[in-house]
């Protein structure tokens, strides 16, 4: 028992908000003076990154939160928090299970891509660093993140304009070129020698928009949670109003195939 | 096995999204017309409720998304989030675990007033109706729920200004003036006979928002889980960048007070 | 800051363990003498109950236990728990997936029967006890919780062994009669005056057990969990196995219906 | 819409357990004849390994997972549990909140010691594939995964009683001796050219138990995550017990301190 208290109070601090009697800090802005003068976007990145964005600044990142929220019932995230709904939980714990499933299979390509396109920006030679890595993932024959898609052919719906978006801030010098130019250099890479593209997908395009903005890859996966957090929210509620109890993913009459061992009797 | 294919297609039946080669609806609309064109807000809106919001409706709706996101690492949400980014797993988990523990105590008196403002305001005599309703409360010595605050005396730095913008969007003719009308009803009941008030808190002042846009009283409590992901997110980052492994709620050298039997063998 | 470091440490009394360098407590044992020495299930009972288990008492928790593990993957809990396992997160997050949606309708039927075997075996008639509560439940068209299945015809296969290991202990006197009567005394009322029974069910002859050990009912609900969190777990890592990613509801092919509006084009 | 319902019941095929009316098959064996027949522990192994434990088996599975239950409200899991279960959420989200945060850093170093174990115990040269791991962990300033405690000194006390266990079985031969050897190696490895050893934690011993028992790593984790999960429960309950609301890390009156910018105006 060495530590005191303030120590305690100290093993809890934050940069983020302030509490007292009568009043929040919200990076050092009074509460009372937010609502009602910034828009929600404006303080997700107040929240995330200190200060409020620019016009330019908040209109990709609206463009980009817009574009994730949902991807119908056949995602898992949606399909469990449509589950969740039906078990007697609140609508707190459906937003949780849809969320806690974007993984890093399922929600965590955005991050990767942006990992990558932080390496081929800051190379020498964007176009030669995407055709690298684009035969070192051949080679292992993975998958790049960000691009293709098992579904949207001969392209993601999503991807122009976002990429639009994101080309004319560039091209007013309002974000850096380098994301863009790396993600672009990739596309191009991974349709060489192919018989049909492989072009960005969601994922990708948001991965352009969140490292253009400046935001840490971790961070790309954290917005698409909310963005996404969205969908699930109208998905649960969905499925709540419906008034269905403990649903499954298979109608009632229909089973699950079963291939283990046959019907045996305990030896005891 | 009795269920044909459409029968299964049809169990995950959505009115919300569909989903098709090179084709993203949301409520109707394709995807890439609202990526650059709507709002973060606005789509949460439309996802919700099926059309786009009005101006007004928008601005009451951003006010009180803005309000919730946040307030501070004491509570238990927060430092949930805060101690699962530095378990080893990803912001998504950090964010089902804050969201998770928005359950009916932490994150629900939204909802619980928006339950109560509806019946005051289908009432024939509001201020008689909220002034019954106090008098069974405290026979009960139960609080109502979104008045009060154990720490923001005199009173919740949010309320103002969400009452504020409430009451020019009723004088507007913008919104239904009923849950604006109850909920003041039910602080001035609540304010009679006492010593101190007993103020509106964020709970109730968004109650009264949300309850005037027309969400049924579930979605009082989504959409604050959406605000407060905002600071979950914030919170877990910030936590994740400083780079602690396995925070608990004590500093080190710091232990739980134990209050059990004193040790004893094990009689085998 | 008024909170001294002793208010802090006592903040987070507990009377179940005590840690200190090289000693580990558990309901005052030291650690190293419960390994090898009692079983898991002994070792559940001793943390919940603060005392270790007579052989009456730890036959019937074992049967418990053992009976709750799994139903298979149309359970909205290890559906979403295999889906979890293919979204790139660790077996930590499936289970914790599926231990969230056992919720008050999918988990919480035990808990509930519980209540109601409590208010039946402290009646002074039982039978006419256990008449009057299903006559309610009868008037509002309400299922009396832990009675009938929607699949298992004529009755529940885990019926009968629980009941009978139940009958068992209590003729010996090593576990009090009230509950089981109550139970008995449910499902004589419910077959009464109907073309075919409606026998107990796994959460029913569970709760019998659970009640009868003197658990109180939100733990009935919290060993369901434990127990069918070994379901959840096998199913996780049979998913995980198998290598799939992004499981959803519906095979590769098989789209959601969709009952939405038809495509239209936003006005901007 | 091109899957034919055989296609939908297949794409949920598993072996664990087969269901139909009146019939529950868990790996073959109808639940009627477990229930009352094997403990909870052997129906544990039964379904994730899909037969019986032996003897021998089955002791080492017991003692690993009674060693891992609890380590008091300082660790987050269950610190986490411990405020969710004021929060207004049932048992189910207690103990979902808690295991979920047993992820790489805070329930993974078992799973990662099985990753260990495994490739030393299939070394030519245990010792000095151990002593070469060594060197290349301390080479990059990592921990080895299942050495060292930071609070217990010298020794975690659940070490000796396991690894006393698992020799005993190694030497009646009732368990492979590879993962033991590679432990003992390690723990030797780490003590040379130190001014103190580094002894083996549970996470180190109870992945030698599950290394010799056959488990894969992944198991490993999910094995510790149903152990932790009763001290969840417990703790959960003993809070929900105490009738706290909205319980936060800190005590009331004790603030989180604040380092972020000072109060500032918005420039609106």
Redesign the interface.
Known sequence: ?????????????????????????????????????????E??WL??R?ELPTAAQL?L???A???G?????????I??A???A????????A???G??????????AGQQCMELLTGIATADDADAAARELVAAYRAERRHVPGFGH?????????R???I??VTETVEAGDVPPGPLRAGLALETALAEGRGKPVPMNVDGATAIVYASLGFPP??G???F???R???I??????E?SGGR??????????????????????D?
């Open positions: 028992m060495t530590s005191t208290s303030d120590e305690v109070s100290g093993w809890w601090t934050t940069g983020i908000t302030r509490v007292a009697p009568g009043e929040i800090l919200l990076r050092g802005y009074p509460v009372q003076q937010l609502i009602g003068n910034v828009s929600f976007a303080q997700i929240m995330l200190g209109r990142l609206e463009a939160l817009v574009s929220v949902d991807h119908g019932p056949q995602a898992p995230s399909a469990a449509r589950m969740a039906t078990c007697g939980v609140g609508l707190n714990s937003i949780a299970t969320a806690g499933l974007l993984g890093d299979v399922h929600g965590g098992r579904l949207h052919h001969p392209r993601d719906p999503r122009d304009p976002l639009g978006l971790e961070l996966r954290g917005l949670v909310l963005s957090s969205v969908g929210l109208a998905h649960a509620w969905e709540m109890r403990i649903k499954g993913p298979l109608p009632k009459g229909m089973n699950a195939a079963y291939n283990g061992p046959p019907p045996r009797d305990l005891r």
